[in-house]
């Protein structure tokens, strides 16, 4: 079955990277989504056009993307979550193309999504924690100092689950040392909600 490309709705003078830069520059600073959010969008988009060479957004249609999938999974072997993980990045530029009336539809509507792989999560073992917290001690650093932010840095990721940017944007103002708990603000949150998590002694 060939798949008709979607029309456009507009002149078609429109660049896929500039419309795209347009789109992150949109959610950046509007939306307010994180920089690992554009970064992430970007980078599926670079890898779709590492398959095709496309240049305007008609271009990008249904036909297109089960052949960029099916092209993962033949020459990639990505998985399932590698595949929901590439089209989360890119349908809401695509969404906002259909919203300025650049698309006529989402390119995705017709194009199932697979089911994820359910995987019970790994875990480090308390004998495999110790050691990596007894190399972060015992790595020679130039200043005291570093030894034990990068001490802390490690424990805080390994015993609370903090993501990247959440840690990174972590105040001394959020930890709370006579309730033993600290507080990730929405902003630093990809849930975008405060919430809680308690500390132990360590």
């Known amino acids: 079955m060939t798949h008709q490309p979607i029309l456009l709705l507009k002149e078609p003078d429109h660049e896929l990277v500039r419309l795209h830069n347009e789109f992150c520059e949109f959610s950046l600073l509007e939306k307010g989504y994180s920089p690992q959010t554009i970064s992430d969008y970007r980078y599926s988009l670079k890898v779709l056009l590492k398959y095709f060479s496309l240049q305007q957004v008609e271009e990008i249609n249904e036909g297109i993307l089960r052949q960029f999938f099916y092209r993962g999974r033949k020459e990639k072997n990505w998985s399932s979550s590698a595949i929901i993980h590439h089209r989360k990045n890119l349908s809401p530029f695509f969404r906002w193309c259909v919203k300025k009336e650049l698309l006529a539809e989402n390119p995705f509507k017709n194009i199932e999504k697979p089911r994820m792989e359910f995987k019970l999560p790994e ?11 007894y190399h972060i001690h015992e790595h020679p650093y130039p200043s005291e100092y570093l030894r034990k932010r990068n001490y802390a840095l490690v424990a805080l990721f390994l015993m609370t689950g903090l993501r ?26 990809k849930s975008k909600r405060d919430r809680i998590i308690p500390l132990s002694q360590r």
């Open 123 to 133: 875990f480090y073992s308390d004998a495999e924690i110790e050691k990596i917290m």
């Open 164 to 189: 990247r940017n959440e840690l990174i944007g972590l105040k001394l103002m959020d930890v709370n040392l006579e309730e033993n708990n600290l507080v990730v603000k929405a902003v630093n949150s």
